[in-house]
């Protein structure tokens, strides 16, 4: 089956260590998001990606950092400047055309331990 | 400046009982609009959208949602509600073009009392 899938479901962080997110699509989608979460925030856009080695910055990018080296994947890493980072993480991805919606992964849990 | 209001945190219907939640939008041209649906430690599934054309757009789940120029809004409908339903729900707006970035709402939590 098509889809995202995001790995691990759960992590956890020590203060100072900088940790990666991975997210993976078999959707053959062009255009790739990060997106955090937060209690009452709604999402925040971190770095999205609309081609094979470029992206761009988003609403909050600092403090994390990201490749796209291949179509199918788009790993976040966060970093330790990034002061706050509990917070659940989605990915997400869309096709070119316009007229289309973003599919979203399961999403990892960053928690700082 | 682009932006998605929700302006109910949290709303609480008993099943069976029509439901209604509200989303207003600041955007400068035509907007691109969806609702998505999530539950607790999930990721986002989309239940309808709208891009143009007949402004009463059907979803998912027997949900459906007007887009009204006007008011700014497109506001998310369902007759009658389920237990299955009680989860957050989120309206976003397509924002920058052909980037595909999306602004969402703070999003609504709905509670469907037995």
């Known amino acids: 089956d098509g889809g995202i899938t995001q790995s691990p479901k759960y992590l956890f962080r020590k203060e100072g260590q900088n940790v990666t997110l991975s997210c993976e699509q078999n959707l053959n989608h062009d255009a790739m998001y990060w997106y955090r979460q937060d209690p009452g925030q709604g999402l925040r856009l971190i770095y999205y990606?609309?081609?094979?080695?470029?992206?761009q910055k988003g609403d909050i990018a600092e403090g994390y950092s990201v490749s796209r080296e291949k179509k199918e994947s788009f790993p976040l890493t966060v970093t330790s400047a990034q002061k706050n980072p509990t917070a659940f993480y989605l990915c997400?991805?869309?096709?070119?055309?316009?007229?289309?919606?973003?599919?979203f992964g399961q999403g990892t849990r960053l928690t700082v331990v | 400046a682009q932006s998605v209001t929700q302006p109910d945190i949290h709303i609480t219907v008993s099943e069976g009982a029509s439901l209604e939640l509200r989303c207003n939008y600041s955007?400068?041209?035509?907007?691109?609009l969806f609702w998505y649906v999530q539950s607790p430690g999930q990721g986002l599934q989309l239940l309808l959208k709208?891009?143009?054309?007949?402004?009463l757009v059907q979803g998912i789940k027997g949900f459906e949602a007007e887009f009204k120029r006007s008011q700014s809004s497109f506001n998310l409908r369902k007759p009658s509600v389920h237990w299955s339903d009680a989860a957050e729900y989120f309206c976003?707006?397509?924002?920058?073009?052909?980037?595909?970035?999306?602004?969402f709402g703070q999003g609504t939590t709905l509670q469907v009392k037995p």
């Open positions: 990606s609309q081609i094979v080695n470029d992206f």
């Open positions: 997400a991805s869309k096709g070119q055309s316009a007229h289309t919606e973003a599919f």
């Open positions: 709208y891009f143009s054309g007949d402004t």
């Open positions: 976003a707006v397509g924002a920058g073009g052909n980037t595909g970035k999306l602004i």
């Open positions: 955007y400068g041209a035509t907007p691109y």
